[in-house]
C-alpha cells in the first residue's frame, strides 16, 4: 500500500515515514502544498496524510481541489490547530479523519491502516480469503492457522491483493501501489514474487488471468 505525507516540517515528515514504512507501507513525500496537491492530483496514492499549514497552498486547498477533481483517496489530517471551526472545514473539504499534533506515532499508522482497509470495504483488521489470514496490524500471515514468512515485498503484494480480493490486479496496479514513484523495478519482479509468493502458501489462493493480471479469491470461487 502507498502512502502520500504533505508535511513541511522535515524531521516530523522523516519521523512519519520511518513509521509508516516500518508498518510495511510505502511512502511519498511533499513539503509544500503545490507538490502534495500534484502528487495526489496523479499518482495512485491508498491513503495520504496532510497537513493544514502549508507553503504555497494549504491542506484545506488541497483537499477541495482533490475532491473536485474526484480523487478519492482517503485523506488523515495532521494539524497543530486544535479549533473545531478548522476541523469541520477540513471534514467539509473531504477530510476522512483528524489527529491534532502532539500525537502518537502509533496512533497515526493504526489510523492510516483502517481508511485503507475501510476504503476497500474492509472492517475488520484481519482480511480473510478461504484458509489465508492476513493481520494488517500485526503485518502478519497464516494459512490454516500456521504462519507463513514473507519478504516486506511479497507482503505488501499479498496485502494489496487481499484489500482487493476477488478483482482482477493488473501488473501495472500492483507495481504503482507496492513501489513509491522513484522505482524503476524490472519489467518480470512482479512475476517473480508472486511466484514465490504462491510456492510458500502452497494451495492455489492467486489465480492468473493470462493477459489481465492476478486475482486472489479461494480455490473454490475460481472462475
Request: proline share 5%; glycine share 8%; charged share 25%.
Amino acid at each position: 500500500m502507498r502512502v502520500l505525507v504533505v508535511e513541511d516540517e522535515p524531521q516530523l515528515t522523516l519521523r512519519l515515514e520511518q513509521a509508516l514504512e516500518a508498518a510495511g507501507l510505502v511512502v511519498d513525500t511533499a513539503y509544500d502544498g503545490e507538490e502534495g496537491w500534484f502528487l495526489g492530483d496523479t499518482e495512485p496514492y491508498d491513503a495520504a496524510v496532510l497537513d493544514l499549514g502549508l507553503p504555497k497552498l494549504d491542506g484545506v486547498s488541497i483537499l477541495s481541489r482533490w475532491r473536485g477533481a474526484g480523487r478519492t483517496l482517503p485523506v488523515l489530517v495532521l494539524t497543530a490547530r486544535n479549533r473545531w471551526a478548522e476541523k469541520a472545514a477540513a471534514f467539509a473539504a473531504g477530510a476522512d479523519d483528524y489527529v491534532t499534533k502532539p500525537f502518537e506515532m502509533e496512533e497515526v499508522v493504526a489510523r492510516i491502516r483502517a481508511l485503507i482497509r475501510r476504503a476497500a470495504g474492509h472492517a475488520s483488521p484481519e482480511i480473510v480469503c478461504g484458509p489465508l489470514r492476513l493481520d494488517t496490524l500485526g503485518g502478519r500471515v497464516s494459512l490454516d492457522g500456521m504462519p507463513v514468512t514473507l519478504t516486506a515485498q511479497e507482503f505488501r503484494i499479498l496485502s494489496y491483493l487481499a484489500h482487493h480480493q476477488g478483482r482482477v490486479v493488473g501488473r501495472s496496479e500492483l507495481s504503482e501501489h507496492v513501489y513509491d514513484r522513484d522505482a524503476d523495478p524490472e519489467s518480470n519482479v512482479i512475476d517473480v514474487l508472486v511466484a514465490r509468493i504462491r510456492r510458500k502458501l502452497g494451495i492455489e489462493l492467486i489465480h492468473t488471468l493470462r493477459g489481465q493480471g492476478w486475482r486472489l479469491q479461494p480455490p473454490a470461487d475460481a472462475g
